[in-house]
């Protein structure tokens, strides 16, 4: 398996936010953070703040995952630097295997990819968010080094 991560044509960043935006909205709506009337507003809004001149937007990298013997695409990767004088970082915004190819190692394989380019680049961390009821990406996250740094957590009044 050899995983490549390409800079996303016009087109996959078009056909990334056809469905990022529901996503992102519908785990902010699992999550309880946002209600399902204005999750979607939110969640496109989210992305034109983050994203002002789309994926070429400065220090962002949104990256189609291609795997190079299937010669299909597997996912997409979006990564910001945030780059001061002291140090590199990256922050995943959003990595999303396509579900036909989860739990074959494309996850494993495309977090491998994006260190060795965090090491090209003077990267020296590599942060992310994940909402607790993503279990698989945790147990992911988890498997590739990552460790919790902090927690938050909530609890329900009815």
């Known amino acids: 398996m050899t995983i490549i991560l390409e800079k996303m044509t016009s087109t996959d960043y078009e056909n990334y936010l056809s469905f990022a935006i529901k996503d992102y909205a519908q785990d902010k709506i699992t999550a309880g953070t946002w209600n399902k009337e204005e999750a979607i507003e939110l969640a496109a809004k989210s992305f034109k703040d983050l994203l002002p001149e789309g994926k070429d937007t400065n220090n962002d ?23 001061t004088p002291y140090e590199s970082k990256f922050f995943i915004y959003d990595f999303v295997i396509f579900e036909e190819f989860r739990n074959l190692g494309f996850g494993k394989e495309s977090i491998s990819c ?12 590599i942060d992310l968010h994940v909402f607790a009821h993503n279990k698989g990406a945790i ?15 909530s609890k329900q009044v009815r």
């Not at 949104?62 to 597997?74: A, G, M, P, R, T």
């Open 61 to 83: 990298y949104l990256y189609s995952i291609k795997e190079d013997k299937l010669d299909k695409k597997v996912g997409f990767l979006w990564v910001h630097l945030n780059k």
């Open 114 to 125: 994006l260190t060795e380019k965090a090491k090209e680049m003077n990267v020296t961390q």
């Open 139 to 153: 147990h992911l996250y988890e498997q590739t080094g990552f460790v919790a740094t902090d927690i938050s957590m």
